[in-house]
């Protein structure tokens, strides 16, 4: 198979043999933007994926560089937790000038731990998903980049395991904001009450999961991450059409970092 095209939101497509018609698209209200899920490009989808014309592990990596520009650190080297984050890890480390090192190997036949119903299966899971490469960073003050921290229970034995394994210091940076809402759009995000980011551990959070700081990359620079490309590729086209610049609404969904959904809810 060959990549074509994104359906559009809305759009109905008849493909066959022959070619792929558009039958309809549904219209959107007036000025009112789409809100495809910012979520998508920090943790569900693959890295090949492309959303709205870029690839996501384009997107994952300017998250981890602006990150770096939000919140640098004096260390040794820059790592990741497997996988989805290796994109903004090293985009952190090329920013930050860092070295980037593999610090945790990754069992392939493990499941992720973000879905596991409770506390104890998700720990169990993260103890039985990764081995450590202790030569790599034995004395060394390490930055493990993470793609998010939702319940806040799976990094802190990934902290345990680096400290006992030798690691000198244990920063943590989230290549994502801290995740405040549940999702009634179809993600499987847990309650509020859940979320670590809602609970009085939150405050003292470097201290509660054992690393030594913790900082998240901030909406703005998340939203600015995604779009950055978007707005080019609008800049171009119009530089092409001989159009004076004109960047039309882009809009996505961030209901889950700040609490402000695309659609009134209903109860």
């Not at 008849?14 to 920090?42: H, M, N, W």
């Not at 990596?61 to 990741?80: F, N, Y």
């Not at 998700?122 to 202790?134: D, I, M, N, T």
């Not at 034995?138 to 799976?154: A, E, P, Q, W």
């Amino acid at each position: 198979a060959r990549y074509y095209r994104e359906v559009l939101p809305g759009e109905i497509v008849k493909i066959s043999r022959y070619d792929v018609q558009t039958l309809d698209v549904v219209p959107r209200p007036e000025g009112d933007p789409s809100a495809f899920c910012i979520f998508e490009y920090v943790y569900f989808a693959r890295p090949d994926s492309i959303f709205e014309g870029q690839m996501v592990y384009s997107v994952r990596r300017r998250c981890g560089q602006q990150l770096a520009i939000e919140a640098p650190v004096e260390a040794d080297l820059v790592s990741t937790v497997p996988e989805s984050a290796t994109p903004a890890a090293l985009g952190y480390a090329q920013k930050c000038g860092l070295p980037y090192v593999e610090v945790l190997c990754k069992n392939r036949y493990v499941g992720r731990t973000f879905i596991q119903p409770n506390m104890r299966l998700r720990q169990l899971g993260v103890a039985k998903k990764f081995g450590v490469l202790s030569d790599n960073f034995k004395g060394k003050r390490v930055v493990i980049i993470d793609d998010s921290i939702v319940r806040g229970n799976t990094i802190s034995p990934i902290i345990k395991l680096l400290r006992e394994s030798g690691a000198k210091e244990v920063h943590i940076r989230v290549a994502s904001p801290p995740i405040r809402f549940p999702c009634y759009m179809g993600i499987n995000i847990p309650t509020k009450e859940e979320l670590i980011a809602n609970r009085p551990e939150f405050h003292d959070l470097a201290n509660y999961i054992g690393a030594d700081s913790v900082v998240y990359l901030s909406v703005e620079g998340l939203v600015s991450s995604v779009q950055e490309s978007i707005k080019a590729r609008q800049e171009n086209e119009n530089s092409f059409k001989n159009q004076k610049s004109r960047v039309g609404k882009i809009g996505h969904c961030t209901a889950c970092l700040t609490g402000e959904y695309p659609v009134e809810l209903e109860w």
